[in-house]
């Protein structure tokens, strides 16, 4: 363990000096290559809709408990009424939207990333 | 009686320094002390953020909240669940990947400036000290009531251990003190959810009818503690973009490995945390229910005695061994959460002044292994001080404030230039100064200005000053960015930041293996 993170910490800093010695013109054609494209809009057509739903979903609720408080008291069963069912229904979007994005990530982002470095590594070889 | 509250709070006590005693055996390097040398599992790593997150307030205040406020306490809870999605989605993977042991760590690799750094240290600091010292008043009052000692005894003792932990053991005592305590606070709200449900033959629902029944249709409705419409609003901007500018959350993300271990390290989170907050509707309800609203005022005027006392009467009421033994319990568990978030809070601290303001800023860099260790454990000692005399110094005043703003400020001024700099390529630092600036200056006045401060004579009259301070935060940023003079080839850097912040990649040579072998 010990080992591991101190090769880490120096490789760190030799990257660091790599990279910085790197002409700005291959980083730039890193970040337009196909593969970081690919992965820049795999990620926004991920967290777009899923961060854009939840955020209006809400923030829709708070202002519903700021300004709408007869529906809020609209009965649902017995006492728990349509307040309560949205905070509910909070609770389960958060873990659903949750675990959406964690799978589709671990299966897709680490993948296209690995491609995209591949790919940008290619180009300072050439 | 007080010899049980005791032996139990020794015991957790005696387990947590076992581990101190592990862990700093195991902590020689700056990796290790700051970062638990990179190598945590998801689980851990999301159990200890459990435990970072579910802090005393969180615990006995929500609970507290939703026995004596209603339904806007149940908000409160579900608000510090909702607070992750941005963290997940947007934050952890860039955090992550850019920087190495703190949150000024990112500003500075992608503005290569120690003026960013030093604006990066003051969000930092003050941030963590407006969070720590409500924690520590909470806890000497906390204390002094279940074990009868003095405030000021109480809050010096939890300093003592907050800085027996991090002295010692680092990152590694720090995130297993936090996995003990997420531990203990999850089992002792699981038996105390079966015990009320018993209560109420498994009938959720009894507990709103009840409820409703004896204090009124406004405990299921908002507004028993929010008193302006923007209220709610502007409380969830403050958790959900604030969570995101919380530099000891952030320090959590550089225990993992790489981007998937972070990301499934927040899962963890949200389901650990996620269902303590969905359950403390239930606890609230049934202390208000069993307890009943009087007694629970009685007992602290802040409601925050409310679990405890639900605790106290499952197990078999006052002056029972049971009872006696679930409330005795229950105080040890809290004060565990209070020394695991602390601790959390003293070392995200540390790294600040050790890591930022001397290795990188005073020193540039040019520091040994060796010395680095010694200056974090000498700045963890001066911020453990600094926090105890604080925590003394608050002693009976209203630190209500502070809570608010600690979250506030996080958002107006840490979470702006943190998303700035990741996703805009002219953001330079004249717009960091003046983001850090604009969003510091204007939640501290706006907070004071507001009725968490002036009660009733309020001139801002929303609690929470987000709504209007994180606006300010960003058109601080933006204005001071447009109007410095353009850097063509600070514009052209951000491809490099970029590249590395969105694949976890350092450089080109070296893709995808790099990564993998650390895992190892």
Redesign the interface.
């Known amino acids: 363990?010990?080992e591991?993170?101190?090769d880490?910490?120096l490789?760190?800093g030799d990257?660091?000096r790599?990279?910085d010695s790197?002409p700005?013109q291959?980083?730039?054609d890193?970040?337009t290559s196909p593969g970081?494209r690919s992965?820049?809009a795999a990620?926004r057509r991920l967290?777009g809709p899923?961060?854009g739903f939840?955020?209006v979903f809400?923030?829709g609720m708070?202002?519903l408990?700021?300004?709408g408080?007869p529906l809020?008291?609209v009965k649902v069963?017995?006492?728990?009424?349509v307040?309560?069912l949205l905070?509910l229904l909070?609770?389960v979007l958060?873990?659903v939207?949750?675990?959406i994005?964690?799978n589709v990530?671990?299966e897709n982002?680490?993948r296209l990333?690995?491609e995209?470095?591949?790919e940008?590594?290619g180009?300072?070889r050439s | 009686m007080k010899a049980l509250t005791i032996s139990i709070f020794l015991a957790i006590l005696a387990l947590t320094l076992a581990i101190t005693y592990w862990a700093a055996r195991k902590t020689n390097t700056a990796s290790e002390f700051y970062a638990a040398g990179g190598n945590l599992t998801a689980r851990a790593n999301g159990f200890a953020l459990a435990g970072d997150w579910m802090s005393a307030a969180a615990f006995l205040g929500f609970s507290g909240l939703i026995a004596m406020s209603g339904m806007d306490g149940s908000l409160y809870a579900v608000a510090a669940l909702a607070a992750f999605l941005v963290v997940l989605m947007v934050v952890a993977e860039p955090v992550r990947n850019t920087g190495r042991f703190t949150y000024g760590d990112v500003i500075a690799e992608r503005m290569r400036s120690r003026h960013a750094r030093l604006a990066a240290v003051i969000g930092t600091i003050v941030v963590n000290l407006a969070y720590m010292v409500p924690q520590m008043a909470g806890a000497g009052a906390l204390i002094k009531l279940m074990l009868g000692i003095s405030y000021e005894s109480a809050v010096i003792m939890v300093g003592i251990g907050m800085l027996v932990y991090v002295l010692f053991g680092g990152m590694i005592a720090t995130t297993w003190v936090q996995i003990v305590k997420a531990v203990l606070l999850l089992a002792a709200a699981a038996v105390l959810v079966m015990m009320l449900l018993a209560a109420v033959r498994f009938d959720p629902l009894t507990l709103f009818v009840t409820v409703e029944a004896r204090y009124g249709s406004q405990m299921l409705l908002p507004g028993g503690y929010f008193k302006h419409a923007l209220d709610p609003l502007s409380l969830f901007l403050s958790f959900m973009f604030g969570v995101a500018g919380l530099p000891h959350i952030m320090t959590r993300f550089y225990t993992v490995p790489d981007a998937r271990t972070a990301r499934k390290s927040v899962l963890w989170l949200m389901f650990l945390a996620g269902s303590f907050f969905l359950v403390t509707t239930l606890i609230g309800f049934a202390s208000a229910m069993f307890v009943g609203q009087d007694a629970i005022r009685a007992a602290d005027k802040g409601g925050n005695l409310a679990l405890p006392l639900l605790a106290q009467y499952l197990g078999g009421g006052p002056g029972t061994f049971g009872g006696q033994l679930f409330l005795a319990s229950i105080s040890a568990v809290a004060f565990a959460a209070i020394l695991a978030v602390v601790a959390g809070l003293t070392l995200a601290s540390s790294g600040a002044i050790a890591h930022d303001l001397y290795v990188n800023v005073i020193r540039r860099g040019d520091v040994t292994e060796a010395e680095q260790v010694r200056v974090a454990r000498l700045a963890t000692l001066g911020v453990g001080v600094l926090a105890v005399t604080l925590g003394l110094l608050a002693h009976g005043i209203n630190v209500g404030v502070l809570v608010i703003l600690a979250i506030a400020i996080a958002a107006s001024a840490n979470f702006p230039i943190i998303l700035l700099s990741m996703f805009w390529r002219r953001f330079n630092t004249a717009g960091v100064i003046g983001g850090v600036a604009a969003g510091l200056i204007s939640s501290v006045i706006l907070a004071f200005l507001g009725p968490a401060f002036l009660k009733s004579d309020a001139i801002f009259p929303i609690v929470n000053p987000t709504i209007l301070s994180m606006p300010i935060g960003f058109l601080g940023a933006w204005l001071c960015t447009v109007l410095s003079r353009r850097d063509a080839e600070h514009e052209a850097r951000f491809d490099a930041f970029v590249f590395r912040a969105q694949t976890g990649t350092i450089v080109p040579e070296a893709p995808a293996v790099a990564t993998s072998a650390r895992q190892d």
């Open positions: 363990m010990i591991l993170s101190q880490s910490s490789a760190l990257v660091q790599a990279r790197l700005a291959q980083w730039h890193a970040v970081f992965l820049i990620k967290v899923l961060l939840s955020l809400i923030l708070t202002l408990a700021g300004y408080r809020m008291a069963v017995g006492a728990f009424n307040g309560y905070i909070t609770y958060c873990w939207v949750a675990v994005y964690v990530a671990n982002f680490d990333a690995g995209a470095a591949a940008a590594a180009g300072v």
